[in-house]
């Protein structure tokens, strides 16, 4: 398969440069990949978790517009608690989980 050098990601300085433009397109991309797929279970706690810490990257840029900064390092806030929630969820669940597998498993008294 060959790889296509005009994809702008390619065109990205490789001197370590922070582009914020690059990283922004990035986390949008993720973004619409967690909303397109979650479900009724919720969302993914990795991509979510990916996507917190875009956001906190990119707050911290100091090329960044000051409301741009700050719009990132909100949403970074409330993309955590989504983190947190979904943990959590998933405890719950695999608890849950547990316990009615055991209750199948263990012989009826009778």
């Not at 967690?34 to 875009?54: F, Q």
């Amino acid at each position: 398969m060959a790889i296509e050098h005009s994809n702008p990601i390619f065109l990205a300085p490789s001197h370590g440069g922070h582009n914020p433009e690059l990283m922004l397109s990035a986390v949008l991309h993720l973004m619409s990949h967690y909303t397109a797929g979650s479900d009724d279970a919720g969302g993914c706690v990795k991509l979510a978790s990916v996507i917190e810490r875009h956001l906190k990257a990119l707050a911290t840029l100091p090329d960044l517009a000051p409301v741009l900064s700050a719009t990132c390092a909100q949403l970074s806030e409330q993309w955590a608690h989504e983190v947190e929630r979904n943990l959590h969820e998933q405890e719950k669940t695999n608890f849950l989980s547990r316990i009615m597998a055991r209750a199948r498993i263990a012989p009826s008294v009778a």
